[in-house]
Structure formats: structure tokens, C-alpha cells
């Protein structure tokens, strides 16, 4: 296992469509989060889990968006009747609790157009 | 609100030269300060982090200093190196939300 991958990287959408992202973390991490960047902001957090349980959604995080990690394992970002203001890099990252200082791997990212 | 601020879109330095990247942050809850680097295209990869019970901390060329009073953080790289031009992002942490600012572009001339 070499890092966190994300699936697909790059996703075209029209406006209306429903996507999905899927997410692999660290094998061993039990922290994953999921991260949305546009272009010229930095990471906005959206939502994270640790283990299967989502602890926290952002306000960002609208109806349209829902999050799941079945299991603790991989996760899932789905993005109902997408919008053009959609469109951004959505990024995981994970990281493993009690390591004294938590670092965050990210993934590749899903870079997301709607049309 | 933003927690996190860089304020410095830009910087550009000539190889072999510091560069150093200047962080802002508001929360004094914040307990844990990193670094990252990101490529187009590509995910932040991690450089380095701070806790808040030091004020320095050395990896190889980089550096991180934290000015708790200032609420206020850096990352110099010495000598910088063509390859370190990227966009580089710090990130504070208080639980376990990690809050980033807007990125400095560093251009590093050959």
C-alpha cells in the first residue's frame, strides 16, 4: 500500500447528473476526510469519519452532498443534481490517531467539471 | 472568517538563495501547524510540522518557526532549489480539523 488513491481523476459532468468519488485510504489510517479546492483557496474541509462514523459535515456541505465509509475502510463522496459551482478538485486525505501530531496524507484528487 | 491567512500570493527567489513563506493564524486553540507542497494536478504532499510546545523545527532544508505570541508561523528553504517551485500551504490543527490558508506560490529562478 502506498498512499491514499482516488478514483476517478478527472470526472465531466452535466449540470443535473449525479457523480461519485471513491476514496482508498492508508490501510491502517482510521481518520479520513474529505477536502474541496478551487482554484487560487486553499483545502476547505468538508466532511470526516473516523472509523465508519461521520463525525463532523461542514456547512459547506449541502443536501445535494452525502459521504460514506462503509466498514472503516474506503469512502464514498456522492454529489446529487450537480450544479457548475461543483466544480473543483475534491481531495481525501487520512491519517492515524495517536501518532502525536497527526499528519495528513492526501490523495490525487478528483478533479471534478460539471458542464 | 479566516483562520488561516497567507498573505503573500507569490514569491520568487533565485536558486541557492532562503525563501521563506509566512503564515497568520487567529485561533489560539490551534495546537499543531504543517506545511505542504502541491504540484498542479496533484494532491498536498506533507514537508513538515510543528507542535505548539516547540518553536522550531528542522527537516533537511526546511524549517518551520512558530511565534505563539505573534500567532505566527514560517517555512524557510535553504538553499532553494528549482524543484521546490510549487504552491505550499500551511494548515493549523486544534482537534482533528485541519485548517488551511490560500497557498503561496514560490517560483524558484534558476
Known amino acids: 500500500d502506498t498512499g491514499v488513491s482516488q478514483d476517478p481523476r478527472h470526472k465531466i459532468t452535466k449540470r443535473g447528473q449525479n457523480v461519485t468519488f471513491r476514496c482508498d485510504p492508508i490501510?491502517?489510517?482510521?481518520?479520513l476526510y474529505w477536502y474541496r479546492q478551487t482554484l487560487g483557496q486553499g483545502p476547505e474541509f468538508l466532511t470526516y469519519?473516523?472509523?465508519?462514523?461521520?463525525?463532523?459535515k461542514s456547512r459547506l456541505l449541502s443536501d445535494r452532498f452525502s459521504a460514506e465509509r462503509p466498514k472503516g475502510s474506503f469512502s464514498t463522496l456522492e454529489i446529487q443534481r450537480t450544479e457548475q459551482g461543483d466544480s473543483a478538485m475534491y481531495l481525501c486525505?487520512?491519517?492515524?490517531?495517536?501518532?502525536?501530531?497527526?499528519?495528513?496524507?492526501f490523495g490525487s484528487g478528483t478533479q471534478l467539471s460539471v458542464l | 472568517d479566516q483562520q488561516v491567512k497567507q498573505n503573500s500570493p507569490s514569491l520568487s527567489v533565485q536558486e541557492g538563495r532562503i525563501s521563506i513563506l509566512n503564515c497568520d493564524y487567529t485561533?489560539?486553540?490551534?495546537?499543531?501547524f504543517l506545511w505542504y507542497k502541491k504540484y498542479p494536478a496533484e494532491g498536498p504532499t506533507f514537508l513538515i510540522s510543528i507542535s505548539s510546545i516547540k518553536d522550531k523545527n528542522e527537516d533537511g532544508r526546511f524549517t518551520v518557526f512558530l511565534n505563539k505570541s505573534a500567532k505566527h508561523l514560517s517555512l524557510h528553504i535553504v538553499p532553494s532549489q528549482p524543484g521546490d517551485s510549487a504552491v505550499y500551504f500551511c494548515?493549523?490543527?486544534?482537534?482533528?480539523?485541519?485548517?488551511f490558508g490560500t497557498g503561496t506560490r514560490l517560483k524558484v529562478l534558476a
Open positions: 490501510s491502517e489510517h482510521n481518520r
Open positions: 486525505a487520512s491519517s492515524l490517531t495517536g501518532t502525536g501530531g497527526e499528519k495528513l496524507f
Open positions: 485561533n489560539s486553540m490551534f495546537d499543531y
Open positions: 494548515a493549523a490543527s486544534g482537534t482533528y480539523k485541519y485548517i
Open positions: 469519519f473516523q472509523n465508519e462514523a461521520q463525525l463532523e
